[in-house]
Structures are given as structure tokens and as C-alpha cells.
């Protein structure tokens, strides 16, 4: 008799460890979230099948850089009974992105399917719900902070005079780029104005690398939304004038959303430098 109950509580142990390895396998699922032209927070986090969760962090979050973690099979088992609870699968596909918004991108695949879903407007909806339950799950949200207003990064001193000294000179994407990843925290008063000037610098008489603007926002996205805010009406107008023509007139076949973007940028940046008057 102990035996018989031995076999049959072996056997639903197997099986219940066979339903929770046949739901949890071929399964993988990425939030990125891309800031907007203000302090939206920028980061991305994979949850894999075996609960691995990657974290890394941007550009406006509490913890910046790469962290792991791991998460329960119930707590992965969760994401995927919402994922299938909400039809996730038949959700339509939305490309439209508001240049002043951030935009949230989610990747799941499970079981040989693939599905991608974007919200770039920041409109209330499933999309942003299933992002904010994936912070929480994943354990991401304390890394992240406020995903509406993350903590403010204080800049040290040491580094705010590096910044200010080298924020107007710079000349090259890889340069601006650099300066990016190191100070994006000081970014403001006149280390912003610095800013500014190089990337109108850039864009004026640089514009043969507008390539290299790409590649850099393919490793960090929130790169090109830093270079889109300091196309701003501290220019100069005629510089503003001259981006804007050029993102229209000489645009590389490739990059036409980019050029859209800019030339967008610079109509909005002359149109506030015109109030001014």
C-alpha cells in the first residue's frame, strides 16, 4: 500500500514537472523601453524560460548598467497565463512613434511564435499595462525607479567641470557619443547649451556621417533621442535653417525616418526661437 502511494505521488510530481517545463519552454520575453526628448527612463530586460532575468540600464533609471537576477518558475508561469490570458498573440501591430514620447517595445516569443508590439505615444492601453506588470514581475522596477518620474542623478562636481569644458567642442558622432555615455547627468544649464552647439555643429558640417549617428543609436537608442533634444532654439537660426534643409534635401535613401526626425526637430526648434522675439 505504501509503495502504491509512492508510485502515484512520484508520478503527479513527474507530471506536474513536465507541464511546468512544457509551459515554460522556448520561451523568452524583452521590454525596452526608449526615452523621450526629456528624462524618460531607457533600459531593457529579458526574461528567459528558466527565469535568467538581464537588466540594463540606460539612460533616467535608479540602477544604471547591466544586473541579473532570477525570478521563480511560477512567477515566469505568471507571464505567460497573462500573455496568453489577454490573447497577446492576436494583439494588432502599431508602428506609429511621436517624436516627444517614449516608445515601449515588447518581444515574446513562445513555442515557435514571435509577436512585437509597440506603444510610441505613451497612450493608456494594453501595451503600457503588460509593460508595467513585466517591471514588476521581472523584479526590474527597482532598478528603474519611477517609470513615470525616476529618481534625479546628481552630477559631481569633478564631472560637471570635465563636461562643461569639453560639451561645446565636440565634432564627431563618436565624440558626442562619448561624452554622452559619461556625463548624461550633467546635462543641463550651460553643459546643455554645449551640447547644443556641437550637435548643430555636427549636423551642419558633418553631415556625410550621418550614418555613424545611426550606428550609435542602434548600440543605444537613447543616444539619438539626446542628439534630437539639442536641436533646440538655442542654435543658431541659421544653422537650424541649414539642418533643416539638408535632412530634406540630401537624405540618405536609408535613413529617411532619422532625416524626418531631424528636420522635424529643427522646424520645432526655429518655430520656439521665432516666439522669442
Not at 550606428?215 to 542654435?235: C, E, M, Q, W, Y
Amino acid at each position: 500500500m505504501h509503495l502504491a502511494s509512492f508510485l502515484l505521488l512520484s508520478l503527479l510530481t513527474l507530471q506536474s514537472a513536465a507541464q511546468t517545463s512544457n509551459l515554460t519552454d522556448d520561451f523568452s520575453l524583452t521590454l525596452e523601453r526608449i526615452g523621450c526628448l526629456g528624462t524618460c527612463p531607457d533600459y531593457i530586460v529579458t526574461v528567459l524560460a528558466n527565469g535568467s532575468v538581464e537588466y540594463d540600464g540606460r539612460a533616467y533609471v535608479r540602477v544604471q548598467g547591466i544586473r541579473k537576477r532570477t525570478i521563480s518558475t511560477s512567477a515566469v508561469q505568471e507571464l505567460i497565463q497573462k500573455l496568453r490570458n489577454e490573447h497577446f498573440f492576436d494583439w494588432e501591430e502599431n508602428k506609429k512613434v511621436c517624436l516627444d514620447f517614449p516608445e515601449v517595445l515588447i518581444t515574446v516569443n513562445l513555442k515557435g511564435q514571435r509577436k512585437q508590439v509597440l506603444e510610441g505615444c505613451n497612450s493608456p492601453g494594453r501595451v503600457l499595462g503588460l509593460a508595467d506588470e513585466i517591471d514588476r514581475i521581472s523584479g526590474a522596477k527597482g532598478w528603474v525607479g519611477n517609470a513615470t518620474h525616476p529618481e534625479s542623478k546628481e552630477c559631481p562636481i569633478p564631472a560637471e567641470k570635465r563636461a562643461l569644458t569639453e560639451a561645446d567642442t565636440l565634432r564627431s558622432w563618436d565624440a558626442l557619443y562619448a561624452s554622452y555615455t559619461l556625463y548624461l547627468n550633467c546635462d543641463d544649464g550651460a553643459i546643455a547649451e554645449g551640447y547644443s552647439e556641437s550637435a548643430a555643429r555636427i549636423l551642419v558640417d558633418h553631415w556625410s556621417t550621418l550614418d555613424q549617428l545611426t550606428v550609435l543609436t542602434k548600440k543605444n537608442p537613447g543616444f539619438f533621442r539626446f542628439t534630437l533634444r539639442h536641436i533646440d532654439a538655442t542654435n543658431e537660426e541659421k544653422d537650424l535653417q541649414r539642418i533643416q534643409t539638408t535632412a530634406k534635401t540630401q537624405c540618405p535613401s536609408a535613413l529617411h525616418d532619422i532625416c524626418d526626425a531631424i528636420a522635424k526637430r529643427a522646424a520645432s526648434a526655429l518655430k520656439e526661437a521665432h516666439s522669442f522675439r
